[in-house]
């Protein structure tokens, strides 16, 4: 058994939680106040997720990037492949905020969206 420990960043308080792993596996978890808080420590002990934020080559538009972010998070160990397909993206103008330009980013269930409007010149 190995235990990790934690500190929470979901709120002020920042809990610190302590996390029982045995094979991989999450035995117990201590500390938390809060449900959130429990789902979070269990979560980032065995596969922590990150929101995205990043930006994209943009055409047609008086800027030469969009900034882009994930609409929620999508997994830690996923950043690099993640990285290569926003390197990869060009978007033409108009583009509105929240837009969404990869429905179901790389086979999550996040979106990657536009975090701002541009438009077109
Ligand atoms: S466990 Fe709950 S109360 Fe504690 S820091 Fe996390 S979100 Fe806040």
Redesign the pocket.
Known sequence: MENKELI?V??P???R?TVTLDEGRVIDIKG???E???N?AAQETVRPMRVLTSTVRINGALARVLPVITSQEIPLDMMEEAMEAVRMLTVDAPVRVNQVLIPHFLGTDADLVASRSMKKI
């Open positions: 929470c979901n709120c308080m920042g809990c939680i938390y106040t809060c959130k808080g429990k979070y």
